[in-house]
Structures are given as C-alpha cells and as structure tokens.
C-alpha cells in the first residue's frame, strides 16, 4: 500500500513538472554597423590622416556593407569658416573583413594652429553621419627644460635601475614619448657607438594639476652597461595633449591592463568624442624636444 502511495505521488509530480515547460523563443535585437573614426591632428604635420572604418555587430553579417561604407565616405574637416574634403589615400583589406579599414588623407589647406577648434564629418553612403571637433592646446608661455635624475623604481616585486624626470610647467595633459635612445661604447673600448632602445616604458600620458609640477619614473629596460648612464644622451619628445586625447590612450592602457589579468577583469569601455559613432578625433602640440 505504501508502495502505491509513493508511486502516485511520483505520478502527480511528474504530471505538475511537465505542465510547467513551456517553449520560449528569445529575440536577439539586431544592430547596425557604426562608423569607426580615428584622427589626431597638430601644427607639426604637414598632412592631416583619418582612418575609417565600421564596427561588426555580433550575429549579423554585413560585410559587403561595411566594405563599400568605407571605401565610398565621404570625409570633410573644417575650422569653421573653410571646408576641405579629405581624398581617399588607400583601403586595407585583412583576412577578417571587419578589419578592414580606409585612410583618407591630404596636405591641409587652411592652417592647425595652436588654439584652433576643428571639425571632423564623416558620411558613409548610406546615409550615417559621424561629426566631432577638437581644439588644439596652446602651448604655455614659458617652457622649462625637465630635469632627469637617478632612481630606484619598483616593477612589480622588486626595485630596479632607473630615471625620475621632474618637470615644473602649466596645468594640462601631456604625454612623454619615443624617440628615445641610449647611446654607450662598449666596455673593450671599442670605438663602436651602439644605440640601444631603451623600451616602451618610456612612453606616459599624465596630467599635471594646480601645483604645476609632473614627476614620471622609468625603468631601463635595455641599458646592459656598467657605465653611469650618461643622461645628456637622453632623447625624447613631450606633448601638449587635449583632453580627449588623454582619456582614449588613457582608457586603451587600462583595457590593456586588465585584458592581460582576465578571466578575472572587469570590462573597459574605450572613450570615444564621435557623436554618430565610435572612436576619437584629437588634437595635440609639439612642446619641447632633446
């Protein structure tokens, strides 16, 4: 009898289980491609280049689209009172069609100058438009020339040869970069001078606030000599960036960062200035150079 009980109550179970299945069928909201545009712009360019190119909605294929987008855009920069259509320079194809990108580019015909806005229009063939502007810095009035030192620096768990640059200047965004080279002679005394890359760590986008003054480490990552580094040597290039210029790079190092820490990482949106689109168009100046 107490088998029975249990067989019923297995049987209404069962029954109450199957009642609750029902067929869903979940709708995938479908995305259009967007245009793609990146472009920074200076005084110290004689050409002005912008890339475009068109992102690829997952589960959608527009390939034959994004291709014929790119190629047939039309691209027009102006700073406000004249307008200069930018020619189509060359298309690349990659082995994976989203890829592909064009760059259009050509000698401006009216002048970037310090403290000059711009503006960016990029109009595919079917009718999508991607606008953006920026302003170029002005330059302080007094540049000085940063002073380098000696200084242990930590990498990770541990400390390591290399250099502190300290620099007093006006509040803004900079960034710090290549070329960059030591030179040394060999210890045979050789009269052979190398040149050594000192790396990529050499390369920083900082703000400086209200105390005008910016100090940036660097570890060599190159320098095999014994011999005091000789920092007269020392050849780089800083900038005067925009502010969007500062938070796309700054953005793009940080998806680098935590893209290598996954699969724990939390995502990172890169910035983008385009309205009608993705991407950055930005402005920046040539300061000071040794």
Not at 21 to 35: A, F, H, M, V
Not at 49 to 55: E, F, G
Not at 251 to 270: G, H, M, T
Request: hydrophobic share 35%; charged share 15%; glycine share 4%.
């Amino acid at each position: 009898m107490k088998n029975k009980k249990n067989s019923l109550f297995l049987i209404v179970l069962l029954i109450l289980f199957s009642s609750c299945e029902k067929e869903t069928q979940l709708s995938i909201p479908s995305q259009e491609p967007r245009l793609l545009v990146t472009s920074f712009i200076s005084p110290q360019d004689t050409v002005v280049s912008i890339k475009v190119s068109m992102t690829t909605p997952l589960y959608t294929s527009f390939k034959n689209i994004i291709t014929d987008s790119v190629q047939r855009s039309q691209v027009v920069l102006s700073d406000g009172n004249q307008e200069q259509l930018i020619p189509l320079q060359s298309f690349k194809i990659q082995a994976n069609s989203q890829d592909n990108f064009a760059i259009f580019q050509a000698k401006p015909s009216f002048t970037i100058q310090n403290g000059g806005t711009y503006y960016l229009k990029v109009t595919s063939p079917n009718g999508k438009i991607a606008n953006a502007s920026c302003t170029i810095p002005t330059p302080p009035s007094t540049i000085k020339k940063p002073a380098i030192s000696p200084s242990e620096v930590r990498n990770k768990d541990q400390y390591t040869n290399g250099f502190l640059v300290e620099w007093e200047t006006a509040p803004g965004y900079y960034y710090i970069t290549n070329p960059l080279y030591i030179i040394f002679i060999l210890k045979d005394n050789s009269s052979t001078i190398y040149q050594s890359g000192i790396g990529t760590d050499f390369k920083k986008y900082f703000e400086v606030d209200q105390s005008n003054k910016a100090q940036l480490q660097f570890i060599f990552n190159q320098y095999k000599s014994n011999d005091p580094f000789n920092y007269n040597l020392l050849t780089y290039q800083i900038f005067l960036i925009d502010q969007p210029y500062f938070l796309y790079h700054v953005s793009i190092e940080k998806q680098e960062k935590y893209q290598s820490q996954a699969p724990f990482a939390e995502p990172v949106s890169l910035y983008s200035n385009i309205e009608g689109g993705l991407g950055i168009f930005a402005g920046y100046t040539t300061i000071y150079e040794q």
